[in-house]
């Protein structure tokens, strides 16, 4: 099975910091790419950060120069560095994964999300 677990999310002040994880677990042939997407109150999920197999990384214009996403050596945990963060961005963060496992076809795979509250 596959297992996708979202941490370090919570209370964080304006201009303050976070680190997300994302523990990825499964038998996975291949990774193609992996990412964070946000919901906000109101809004549709949209895309935060991504990055592809080639460590090649994208990110929403609005958050370029203060968020970064990133992996650990093994390849099985996710970061996402979050700084400067802005009261206009409380939302669930969602752990992504475009992947295959065995000689399955790919798809994408979710985290349960992770709440990211920003208050003074």
């Known amino acids: 099975q596959v297992q996708l677990v979202e941490s370090g999310g919570g209370l964080v002040q304006p201009g303050g910091s976070l680190r997300l994880s994302c523990a990825a677990s499964?038998?996975?042939?291949?990774?193609?790419?992996v990412g964070w997407y946000r919901q906000a109150p109101g809004k549709s999920r949209e895309l935060v950060a991504r990055m592809q197999s080639d460590s090649s990384t994208n990110y929403a214009d609005s958050v370029k120069g203060r968020f970064t996403i990133s992996r650990d050596s093994a390849g099985n945990t996710v970061y996402l560095q979050m700084s400067s963060l802005k009261p206009e961005e409380p939302a669930v963060y969602y752990c992504n994964l475009f992947g295959r496992i065995g000689s399955m076809q790919s798809r994408n795979y979710w985290g349960q999300g992770t709440q990211v509250t920003v208050s003074s």
């Open positions: 499964g038998s996975f042939s291949n990774i193609f790419a």
